[in-house]
């Protein structure tokens, strides 16, 4: 008689990130009852230490939750470490390195994978080589499942589902600020060593690309077209310069999807973060400027992974930020949406008259590197766990707005503090 498999198993439970997403799938297991669940990673005694630790936090006893030595360099260990779960919670990145083979595992074992990656060549390439593997099989593999890119691509679902029209283009755009004086990193080493390799390896997704969608979008108009590269924005309070980060990607992945299998117009969009003074955006500007250089060359990136806090003003750290610090900085991400009241027959039929609607809409939350990131990310593999009937096809390689649009995620996520609100339409 086999054993019956465990609802989620967090991968990488000993690193910065899987430490909280242990805290989540914790409190999810209390909010719904009955849940099952387990930790994984290299080493076991690191693996005890963490339940340890998360038990005296919480007071709750988890001396039965069930450890599972899991090593990506060894096939045999996360074969059996996804054979053992119905969603796999992988948190040991950078995916570039570590990914693939976990996301293996998962589609031979008949398991849903989800991670935070924020990673575009790791996210297309997985989606481009494992999709069907994975659609056969009826097991979704969802990267960007955390503060990359959760808010911006299903804040743009919730605009697409609030508009009532036909949306043209989207522009988000990105806030964060603290509340207190705190000291130490604001982020951790993991997401800088991601940034570094990612850069690094950017030419890879020009042919990526071809290969994914060999067939290229309508041509829509108006066109979108990117803003300078500093502006004063009229949708948020600041200064603003274009995001680096993969929101925009992952948006336009999702978009794709949309028009491919449900003959929706895609939405054309570009993505920015917001500054509140000339200063900041200096700073930031300066410390962007040096790791776009030193990351071009093996030299440079390895001055860039030794000495991260130096090359970030204090920003990065192997440590990350000190719970207090964390748990004081919050988020909110401006989806601003413009296009026309009325809809089309065709997604590929254009409109005579320029756009007449425009309606912005809001994610807020706090601590979006790891607490909200992590909320997202075991509320994703509980729509995985649960409303697996709502998403896509029968399984695939997602982004998640394609993969969630239709699932309760969004009413899940306000339940645990991340905020949606439509803030105008005209």
């Not at 009229?234 to 028009?259: K, M, N, T, Y």
């Not at 204090?314 to 009325?342: C, D, Q, Y």
């Not at 896509?392 to 949606?420: C, D, H, M, N």
Request: glycine share 8%.
């Amino acid at each position: 008689m086999s054993i019956p498999r465990l609802d989620i198993v967090v991968f990488g439970a000993t690193g910065f990130t899987g430490k909280y997403a242990v805290h989540e799938v914790l409190k999810l297991s209390k909010d719904k009852g009955g849940l099952s669940w387990g930790v994984s990673g290299r080493n076991e005694k690191k693996l005890r230490d963490v339940l340890k630790e998360v038990s005296e936090k919480s007071g709750e006893d988890l001396s039965n939750i069930e450890i599972i030595v899991a090593d990506v360099s060894k096939e045999e260990t996360l074969l059996k470490m996804a054979a053992r779960a119905k969603v796999v919670v992988n948190c040991a990145g950078p995916y570039r390195f570590y990914g693939e083979p976990v996301v293996k595992a998962c589609i031979a074992s008949g398991t849903h994978h989800v991670d935070v990656s924020g990673e575009p060549q790791y996210m297309e390439r997985m989606q481009l080589e494992y999709h069907e593997a994975a659609e056969k099989k009826g097991v979704y593999i969802v990267s960007a499942c955390g503060f990359d890119s959760i808010p911006a691509d299903i804040g743009t679902v919730f605009l697409q589902d609030k508009f009532e029209g036909t949306i043209n283009s989207v522009e988000t755009y990105l806030e964060a600020w603290s509340k207190g004086h705190h000291k130490g990193s604001a982020i951790h080493y993991g997401t800088w060593e991601s940034a570094v390799y990612g850069l690094a390896h950017a030419n890879e997704l020009r042919p990526l690309r071809t290969k994914l969608f060999p067939n290229r979008l309508p041509q829509l108009k108006p066109k979108l077209k990117p803003r300078s590269a500093i502006h004063r924005s009229d949708v948020v309070q600041g200064w603003c310069v274009p995001f680096p980060g993969s929101d925009r990607s992952v948006i336009l992945r999702s978009q794709r999807h949309f028009f491919d299998k449900n003959n929706q117009r895609p939405a054309q969009v570009q993505s920015y973060v917001a500054f509140r003074s000339l200063f900041a955006v200096a700073v930031v500007a300066l410390v962007g400027a040096v790791f776009a250089v030193l990351a071009r060359f093996r030299c440079g990136r390895s001055l860039l992974l030794k000495y991260p806090s130096l090359f970030s003003f204090g920003m990065i750290s192997h440590e990350g930020p000190s719970e207090e610090a964390a748990e004081n900085t919050f988020f909110a991400l401006t989806v601003r949406g413009e296009g026309w009241k009325e809809k089309l027959a065709e997604p590929t039929d254009h409109f005579t008259e320029p756009p007449n609607k425009t309606m912005s809409v809001k994610v807020t939350g706090r601590n979006p590197g790891y607490g909200a990131t992590t909320t997202m990310l075991v509320m994703t593999a509980f729509m995985c766990l649960t409303e697996s009937d709502k998403m896509p096809s029968r399984g695939g390689v997602y982004p998640p707005g394609a993969a969630f649009a239709k699932t309760s995620l969004i009413q899940q996520l306000i339940e645990r503090g991340v905020k949606f609100e439509v803030l105008s339409s005209l």
